[in-house]
């Protein structure tokens, strides 16, 4: 669950997506919403098959993970949740992998990654405000 949320949080990036600065000054403060799961699968595996073998392995998935927590948009009341400790990137990608590797390679092609993306972006409980 924990890492359900940790993936949620980072799809809310935008930064993936071409024109997220204008979508965001066009929608005040909020973030843009993430682009549909099959974009971001394809531009995942575009910007982090390091093998250029047309999927993502653990490692590779595990960047990207990184790369996405570092870089997420502030949400609207953040400053007024308590910041999560940094999630295990390494487990949240062997997590999405043993989740939507149909195939048993042990790795996630586009279709699978847009499978796991998916399941790991159904609504989840909201965050606790701090006390």
Same mark, same amino acid.
Do not use: W
């Given at each position: 669950?924990?890492?359900?949320?940790?993936?949620? +949080?980072?799809?809310?990036?935008?930064?993936?997506?071409?024109?997220?600065? &204008?979508?965001?000054?066009?929608?005040?403060?909020?973030?843009?919403?993430?682009?549909?799961?099959?974009?971001? *699968? +394809?531009?995942?595996? +575009?910007? !982090?098959? *390091?093998?250029?073998?047309?999927?993502?392995?653990?490692? &590779?998935?595990?960047? *990207?993970?990184?790369?996405?927590?570092?870089?997420?948009?502030?949400?609207?009341?953040?400053?007024?949740?308590?910041?999560?400790?940094?999630?295990?990137?390494?487990?949240?990608?062997?997590?999405?992998?043993?989740?939507?590797?149909?195939?048993?390679?042990?790795?996630?092609?586009? +279709?699978?990654?847009?499978?796991?993306?998916?399941? !790991?972006?159904?609504?989840?409980?909201?965050?606790?405000?701090?006390?």
């Amino acid at each position: 669950m924990k890492n359900q949320l940790y993936v949620i +949080a980072l799809l809310g990036l935008g930064s993936l997506t071409v024109g997220a600065a &204008e979508n965001e000054c066009q929608r005040g403060d909020r973030p843009p919403p993430p682009p549909p799961p099959e974009e971001m *699968a +394809a531009q995942l595996v +575009a910007d !982090f098959d *390091a093998d250029l073998d047309g999927a993502l392995k653990a490692e &590779e998935l595990a960047t *990207a993970m990184a790369f996405l927590y570092d870089n997420r948009p502030p949400r609207p009341g953040d400053e007024e949740m308590e910041e999560p400790p940094e999630p295990d990137h390494g487990q949240v990608a062997l997590d999405m992998i043993s989740t939507a590797d149909l195939d048993g390679d042990g790795e996630l092609n586009e +279709a699978e990654l847009e499978e796991a993306l998916v399941i !790991f972006m159904r609504p989840h409980p909201p965050r606790h405000h701090r006390s």
